[in-house]
T-cell receptor
Framework: DGGITQSPKYLFRKEGQNVTLSCEQN?????MYWYRQDPGQGLRLIYY???????QKGDIAEGYSVSREKKESFPLTVTSAQKNPTAFYLC?????????????FGQGTRLTVV | SQQGEEDPQALSIQEGENATMNCSYK?????LQWYRQNSGRGLVHLIL?????REKHSGRLRVTLDTSKKSSSLLITASRAADTASYFC????????????FGKGTHLIIQP
């Protein structure tokens, strides 16, 4: 059963803590992406990776970090430097550049600062 | 930066009617895609239209692209309650290698 899996579905963070969101895909896709979605808004790109061991900053990378040690995995760490982390986070993958091919999305992680 | 802007922001119609959503963008593109998002869920790809195409169909969906006006429209015919969702257009700014750029979406409600 191929797809892209995000975990956990809900995550609560205390102020000053780092948290890591998991994203795993078994679609054999080279490209993976992290987006942030705020209520009533579109998606904004945080980080993207076109290949293992390589990644680039998106529009809103400040306060976030990623790694791409394996093709299947692209975890996102929300650091304490991110001042407003409460949001819905979506991971996506595509076989090639997403402009040319469809992107497959996970079901999202809703992060709340408490 | 917001590349695509959908219009209207919200749309409520009766089941069985057709729903039309529009998307305008600012810079030249190679491709434009439409996605659907059910509340609290991930996005699902609906259709991709390339810059050299003017119209594309998929089931009850019809997408048009006018590159001279930098706009696209999504038509859903014979709407169903299950079509209630938010619909986003996405463009490949930077040739696509930088990820898709999404608009803020149109929230569609189908009244039974």
């Amino acid at each position: 059963d191929g797809g892209i899996t995000q975990s956990p579905k809900y995550l609560f963070r205390k102020e000053g803590q780092n948290v890591t969101l998991s994203c795993e895909q078994n679609l054999n896709h080279d490209a993976m992406y992290w987006y942030r979605q705020d209520p009533g808004q579109g998606l904004r790109l945080i980080y993207y990776s076109q290949i293992v061991n390589d990644f680039q900053k998106g529009d809103i990378a400040e306060g976030y970090s990623v790694s791409r040690e394996k093709k299947e995995s692209f975890p996102l760490t929300v650091t304490s430097a991110q001042k407003n982390p409460t949001a819905f986070y979506l991971c996506a993958s595509s076989i090639g550049p997403p402009g040319n091919t469809e992107a497959f999305f996970g079901q999202g992680t809703r992060l709340t600062v408490v | 930066s917001q590349q695509g802007e959908e219009d209207p922001q919200a749309l409520s119609i009766q089941e069985g009617e057709n729903a039309t959503m529009n998307c305008s963008y600012k810079t030249s593109i190679n491709n434009l895609q439409w996605y659907r998002q059910n509340s609290g869920r991930g996005l699902v790809h609906l259709i991709l239209i390339r810059s050299n195409e003017r119209e594309k169909h998929s089931g009850r969906l019809r997408v048009t692209l006018d590159t001279s006006k930098k706009s696209s429209s999504l038509l859903i015919t014979a709407s169903r309650a299950a079509d209630t969702a938010s619909y986003f257009c996405a463009t490949d700014v930077g040739g696509g290698a930088d990820g898709l750029t999404f608009g803020k979406g149109t929230h569609l409600i189908i009244q039974p």
